[in-house]
């Protein structure tokens, strides 16, 4: 299954408020999060996997950590699935961030007419490489 948004249109931009962008567009989707000042999360669900996706606001750029709820048991396991997995995506990095395996990519929102496709972009490729890997970050992590 591909993880998808619901998009707006690009009509509602307000230049160099990248904060209101993301804040529009998770509730344009309907999605509950929590947060304020620039740092907000919220939780997803697929087909039983559920994750935490924690969003930083730097002026024109959102930064999108994916993280997985399974915490690191194996520092070096989990170091080896971050540079193999990293040869395979195109978009961001995985890493190891508070513990826990994630997935990080970012958004840069410039452009008033593609400010929300940019965004979405980012936001379903997370997801979708989170949704991709489930199985072998599980292992990597030790569980």
Known sequence: MIFQ??????????????????????????????????????????EGRVWTSEFEVLEEKILIWGIYPFEISDMQKGMQFCNSSNLQTVMGAFMIHKAHLAYRTSADLFDAFSSYECLARALEYNANVIIHFWSMASEASGR
């Open 5 to 46: 948004l619901k998009r707006p249109n690009s009509l509602n931009w307000d230049e160099n408020d990248a904060e209101k962008e993301l804040k529009y567009l998770l509730n344009y989707n309907s999605y509950e999060y929590k947060g304020e000042r620039g740092h907000y999360s919220l939780r997803f669900r697929d």
